[in-house]
């Protein structure tokens, strides 16, 4: 008899009653395990052999797959979480029925330990075919060579932490159970739970996108501490994609050290994650040990609840009606006191139909529609309270700058150039994003230089949000302070071109800034592969290239260049003399390239000594044809024409100057490229050489007879759209 | 020993269980009958410890009922609406039951089901409705436990069965020493098996006594008076609950013993006066109608 009434007879007991959920979890598990292992196994053979790839990338395919299907990079946790909440609303959701109620409730059981069977019944239920489903497929893709030492590592950590999104949904389901009354308002109330903080968020980015300045868009993906399992797997996902290259590149590769840096990036959200869990479990049993049977078949039963929910409803609804009322309106006159009076408006209406309706629903009774209609009117304050808030910036989130001792350094990232290649000094992928990259590596701690900085570009960025002019008057940069709490605060800024050259100079000059910008402070992967590459050198006429063995001593020579000139004012006043570029053997493509100014001194040393050197294009002698092409206004379409007179030439590329892609700081006002030029030497450019130099005037400085010469002896060129066919 | 001191319990402002304070002792079979809506299910709700009141004390055994394990193994409760485990036997229930409670008897149980006829790996689902009251009750003659609760026991069962489950409860009293409390509207069952019944009007208990005391102390009473003031003294006189007219024939319901309406009417002239007994059902109408609730009223509106 002791045995019988024992905790986990009843468990046992218990789980073979409710037998058709447990077939039904065992039946998606395995789906989603072993059989999804399997056939994308068999898939990936097919096709490599197909593609007729060798063993050793039909492994890595294999390998990549297996990944795909049990580690870090698949997508089913949404399926987790549905199975979680159909488990716990199920679990509990006899509390719905007067009939279960006295039935369970008369049983000689306290409710604490009523509370635990069924909740740990839910547990098991998944936890038990999981593990067993989980080890099933690890063997399956061990037997049929899909598995690596980190792919191993990454499906356990896989492991644990979909049972923490499983754990903390569930919880959240069970929770949901013990504050309604039947069924649909139990799957409601799981729903608010798991997407109330997305839809707060989602409509804090569209406000602050459309109302404030300096607002960044993909802030809204970074990392942060988000407590719904599904939000959190959702944003986790959103990371990992924007941030794809930083762990996992173009290719198939997935090295221990990548892995285990994705881990560390997920272990704090995969410990919210069991702690919502545990937290909401409590929460849950409190709930149940309060609740009265009589509720069954209500809808919510708690006062508060009903008021805070209906409040966050009709709330949520009116700043989304407004947000579609915004993007309908698609332009930047939505700021204006008229159009947000107006789409208060529109909140007061939406909130007192959202509020009503949530009203008649709870007592299931449209009489009811107006009834405790303050909890209306605080919807309709709070939407318009929202939309004067963000509309007239009362937070002060464009003009905010941290106070420099809660600051520990600062990221400065231009929006211009994207022809720099960034690699992880650990060799974890190719290429990584620019962004992602000088987030990671860059560290300026001159704080009260970027205070400068930052107040000058929010105040610029202000003034020019509402306009709609074309013209460029600055520079578009990303700032971002990190802060001693180990926030990070990220704005948008417009610098305007008459910035104090000083303040910057501070900034890009320094170290911290230099060591980010420039990838060849962290080209571990270079040193590693230069025999894959050659380096190529040219001044926009020519090209000479060398090994790429000799790699190292231009990196040191170029690293020491940086350091000794490389600032604001170099930047942005001087145009290059030349251009470095690494270029692949095998496939001749570029790879990177590093912009060459007069006083590089050891740049051009190397240059030299490896016999490299051309002089800048405007002391170029040996050009036997000069083509410019030009866009002719008047009538309206591409031209080019040639110059074979040395005389014509020389004068031409006097005010001819090369382009610098490289240098962020240029400003768009610099060059004039409705004109370029092209020019032919009689010297041999090498084989697969390419370079990212283009040749055009300064602004301003366009001969006067070329336009002339285009209108009456140019020729049409073949254009694509606005771009010329070469 | 069950008790209740002042219990009340609300519904949505209704007071469905109003300041009842009763006791029920042991080996007694306590009855709950009242009007609809009286409170009777509720009432044996919260004795079950299903419902928790919102004042008051429910003391069984001297402890409190609610979320109380070791109160709850002296008690089954038999609800209205019964509720068995979705395609599951008598079997399968026996399994779970003997889990629940420690000194389930299933040589009992399965020779019960056995000897009504409802088989033992029959679905229940497929039972009528008096089947399944039936095995309900089955069920909680087998659990052992020291308080039976049956609500609405009677409804659904043929008057064979009725005398069968009559029977098993008396029998249960005398070999395991169970204490029934059964609340039910049919009040010649109640008449029947009841040593004690509570008669509840919305929310309250209007009485609660011994069956034969309570037999005892209210009366018929048939009286023919030679004047109107014979009447209107006796009126006075007695106890009277309610009284119907018949021409010159009154009959009075009145509270008192045969021994004390004899007495008083020693005071009184009348042409004819005979005292009979009431029926429960008679009581029952008169301390409602006393109350407030008047079936004519109803009727005739």
């Not at chain 2, 068995?84 to 008897?105: G, H, I, L, Q, R």
Request: aromatic share 12%; net charge negative; hydrophobic share 45%.
């Amino acid at each position: 008899m002791m045995l019988e009434n024992s905790f986990w007879i009843k468990e046992w007991k218990l789980l073979k009653r409710r037998g058709a959920l447990a077939f039904f979890t065992i039946g998606v598990l395995l789906f989603l395990l072993p059989f999804a292992t399997v056939m994308t196994i068999v898939r990936s053979d097919q096709v490599c052999r197909a593609s007729e790839y060798n063993e050793v990338m039909t492994k890595l395919m294999r390998v990549y797959e297996v990944n795909q299907v049990l580690g870090i990079e698949h997508l089913w946790p949404v399926m987790i979480i549905g199975l979680a909440v159909i488990i716990g609303i199920r679990s509990f959701a006899w509390l719905f029925s007067a009939e279960k109620v006295d039935f369970y409730e008369s049983q000689p059981e306290t409710r604490k330990e009523r509370y635990w069977l069924f909740y740990i019944n839910g547990i098991v239920m998944f936890v038990v075919p999981f593990i067993v489903l989980y080890a099933i497929s690890i063997g399956l893709a061990f037997l049929m060579d899909g598995l690596t030492k980190s792919v191993l590592a990454a499906i356990i950590f896989e492991a644990l932490r979909i049972f923490g999104v499983y754990f903390a949904t569930y919880s959240l389901s069970v929770a949901s159970v013990m504050l309604t009354g039947n069924a649909i308002f139990a799957l409601c109330g799981v729903g608010f739970f798991l997407c109330v903080e997305m839809v707060f968020s989602f409509l804090y980015s569209m406000f602050a996108g459309t109302f404030f300045a300096t607002y960044i868009w993909s802030s809204s993906i970074s990392k942060k501490i988000i407590l719904s399992p599904l939000y959190g797997y959702i944003n986790e996902f959103a990371c990992l994609e924007v941030n794809k290259n930083i762990y996992f590149g173009d290719n198939y590769m997935r090295p221990k050290a990548m892995i285990l840096e994705t881990i560390r990036e997920l272990l704090p959200e995969t410990v919210v994650f069991f702690a919502i869990g545990i937290i909401v479990m409590f929460i849950a049993l409190y709930l149940y040990q309060k609740r009265q049977a009589e509720t069954a078949g209500s809808t919510v039963i708690h006062k508060p609840v009903r008021i805070v929910s209906r409040l966050i409803v009709s709330w949520l609804g009116a700043l989304g009606c407004m947000l579609v009322f915004m993007l309908w309106m698609m332009d930047r006159s939505v700021a204006g006191t008229g159009m947000m009076i107006c789409m208060c408006v529109i909140a007061a209406i939406i909130a007192i139909v959202l509020s009503g309706i949530v009203e008649s629903l709870f007592e299931a009774d449209i009489k009811k529609f107006f009834k405790d209609y303050w909890v209306t009117a605080a919807a309709i304050v709070l939407s318009c309270v929202y939309i004067f808030v963000f509309g007239l910036d009362l937070i002060g989130f464009d003009s905010y700058i941290p106070k420099a001792s809660a600051v520990k350094d600062a990221v400065l990232i231009n929006d211009g150039n994207e022809d720099m290649t960034y690699t992880d000094e650990n060799g974890l992928s190719d290429q990584m994003e620019k962004q992602a990259y000088i987030e990671k590596y860059m560290h300026i701690t001159d704080v009260e230089a970027m205070q400068k900085i930052a107040e000058a570009g929010q105040s610029h960025m202000r003034e020019t949000f509402h306009s709609d002019s074309d013209e460029s008057t600055g520079w578009y940069s990303e700032l971002i302070w990190n802060m001693k709490d180990g926030r990070k605060i990220h704005r948008q800024l417009y610098i305007p071109y008459d910035i104090d050259e000083n303040v910057m100079d501070q900034v890009v000059g320094s170290d911290g800034y230099c060591r980010a910008y420039f990838p060849i402070f962290n080209d571990g992967y270079f040193e590693k592969n230069k025999k894959r590459y050659n380096i190529f050198y040219s001044n926009g006429a020519d090209v000479t290239e060398t090994d790429g063995e000799k790699y190292t001593e231009f990196a040191d020579a170029y690293r020491k260049d940086v350091e000794e000139n490389y600032d604001f004012t170099l930047a942005c006043d001087e145009y290059p003399v030349g251009e470095i570029n690494i270029g692949g053997k095998d496939n001749w493509g570029l790879i990177e390239s590093y912009t060459v100014y007069k006083g590089y001194k050891n740049t051009i040393a190397f240059l030299n000594k490896n016999n490299m050197w051309l002089d800048p294009i405007d002391e170029v002698t040996d050009v036997t044809k000069l083509t410019i092409s030009g866009y002719i206004d008047d009538v309206g379409e591409y031209r080019d024409v040639d110059f074979e007179d040395p005389d014509e030439i020389k004068e031409i590329l006097k005010n001819t100057v090369m382009s610098a892609y490289n240098s962020e700081w240029k400003k768009a006002s610099d060059y004039d490229y409705d004109f370029s030029v092209e020019v032919e030497t009689d010297k041999r450019k090498p084989d697969g050489c390419m370079t990212a130099a283009g040749l055009f005037f300064r602004n301003g400085d366009v001969p006067q007879d070329i336009l002339a010469r285009l209108i009456d002896k140019g020729q049409l060129v073949e254009t694509s759209g606005d771009e010329i066919v070469y | 020993m069950i008790r209740t001191e002042n219990l009340v319990k609300t519904f949505d402002g209704v007071k469905a269980v109003n300041d009842i304070t009763i006791t029920l002792k042991d080996g007694e079979i306590f009855g709950l009958t009242g009007t609809n809506g009286a409170g009777k299910t509720t009432l044996l709700r919260i004795l079950a410890g299903v419902l928790r009141q919102d004042s008051g004390a429910v003391i069984i055994d001297d402890e409190p009922v609610f979320d109380n394990r070791k109160v709850k193994e002296k008690l089954f409760f038999v609800p209205s609406d019964l509720y068995f485990f979705p395609n599951s036997s008598p079997k399968d229930m026996e399994e779970y039951y003997a889990t629940e409670y420690k000194n389930f008897n299933k040589e009992r149980f399965e020779k019960l089901v056995e000897d009504f006829g409802l088989g033992m790996k029959r679905r229940i689902q497929t039972y009528s409705k008096g089947m399944k009251r039936q095995l309900a009750i089955i069920i909680g003659l087998s659990a052992g436990t020291k308080y039976l609760f049956l609500d609405e026991t009677f409804d659904g069962l043929d008057p064979v069965m009725r005398q069968a489950v009559k029977s098993l409860i008396a029998e249960n009293m005398s070999d395991y020493g169970l204490t029934p409390v059964i609340a039910s509207h049919n009040l010649r069952e109640i008449e029947d098996l009841c040593d004690h019944v509570g008669l509840l009007h919305e929310g309250g208990i209007l009485l609660s006594e011994d069956v034969y005391d309570m037999k005892s102390e209210i009366r018929k009473l048939q009286c023919v008076f030679p004047t109107d003031e014979e009447q209107r003294k006796a009126e006075k006189i007695l106890s009277v609950l309610n009284c119907k007219a018949e021409g010159r024939l009154r009959t009075y319901t009145v509270r008192g013993t045969e021994e004390n309406i004899q007495e008083s009417l020693k005071e009184i002239e009348t042409v004819y006066a005979e005292i009979l007994p009431l029926t429960l059902e008679e009581i029952f109408i008169s301390e409602t109608e006393a109350a407030g609730y008047d079936v004519r009223k109803l009727i005739l509106d």
